[in-house]
């Protein structure tokens, strides 16, 4: 429950700080800076370290990708009926593929599947962080070059990603170095993610003006409520895989667009209005229709 108090307060803080002008315009730009130089390069080096890989444990690392795949692979279907520009096809696929596998995930899953469940769920929460990263920067970096992009170029900037930087190094540096110490520091940090990232998200939603995009918005949550989760229960049913791993991972790929797509989003440019609007719309139906997806899991 505070974590849902939490969501409410920190997007709701921001649009009141936007309302009312308390703070210079698009100072967002300075919360997306702590959130992606700070918040998410600790959240790496704090949990990848303590990750203990088994053969099961395929299934929650490889469920992301393929969300995020069928996400590219769905918004390029629905470009061939409704004009978009790569900005926003860029949005769709970010917001439709990548969950909040973390915020949210995490204390659903615990509350239905308790502490196992919790582990696995973390897992599934490395593998899309590690996607946004690195396809989902390119995908960014792609979109804002306007097709005028280099494979050079856009390697450049995945590799100086900062949260991209932090997970090469929360895989190597454990082998020399012990990073226990700074478990705290780095806790304390990444607790700041989720609050921050809201805030600007608040800071930057305008609901005045969501008519016109719908259309679209009705069409990524789709994808990303309905029609991901779907399609791993059904691989999973298929395969006749209905261990406590498949059940958290259909239950993960149910959860709503996750925040840092659309801090990214915004830095690049990409239709910020329609990200922060799939967003903030999607945690709200995802409360619900997780709950759905909890009760059809049963059937695995």
């Not at 849902?4 to 919360?31: D, H, W």
Request: hydrophobic letters at 55%; one cysteine or more; a positive charge.
């Amino acid at each position: 429950m505070n974590n849902f108090i939490l969501i409410a307060i920190a997007i709701l803080a921001g649009v009141a700080a936007r309302k009312f002008k308390k703070l210079p315009e698009n100072s967002y730009v300075a919360v997306n800076f702590w959130v992606i130089y700070i918040a998410l390069p600790a959240i790496a080096l704090k949990y990848i370290p303590q990750i203990e890989w088994s053969t099961e444990l395929v299934i929650p690392f490889v469920m992301p990708l393929v969300v995020f795949a069928l996400s590219f692979i769905f918004i390029e279907i629905i470009s061939r009926f409704i004009q978009l520009n790569q900005a926003t096809k860029a949005v769709l696929i970010l917001l439709s593929g990548l969950g909040n596998t973390s915020f949210l995930g995490f204390p659903l899953t615990e509350a239905y599947y308790g502490k196992d469940g919790l582990e696995i769920a973390i897992l599934c929460d490395q593998s899309c962080f590690l996607i946004v990263s690195t396809l989902g920067v390119i995908t960014a970096v792609k979109a804002s070059a306007q097709g005028k992009f280099q494979i050079s170029s856009i390697l450049k900037k995945v590799f100086s990603f900062p949260p991209f930087l932090a997970f090469i190094a929360a895989f190597v540096l454990p082998h020399f170095l012990d990073l226990s110490p700074l478990d705290p520091l780095l806790e304390a940090l990444g607790a700041t993610l989720v609050p921050m990232a809201l805030f600007s998200v608040g800071l930057q939603l305008q609901l005045k003006k969501w008519k016109s995009d719908v259309k679209l918005l009705s069409l990524s949550l789709i994808y990303k409520l309905v029609l991901a989760p779907l399609v791993i229960f059904s691989i999973l049913y298929v395969l006749n895989i209905n261990s406590l791993t498949g059940k958290v991972a259909v239950f993960e790929a149910s959860m709503s667009p996750m925040v840092t797509p659309a801090i990214i989003a915004t830095q690049y440019g990409l239709n910020p209005k329609l990200a922060n609007l799939i967003l903030s719309v999607g945690i709200i139906i995802g409360f619900f229709s997780t709950f759905i997806w909890s009760e059809i899991i049963q059937f695995l």
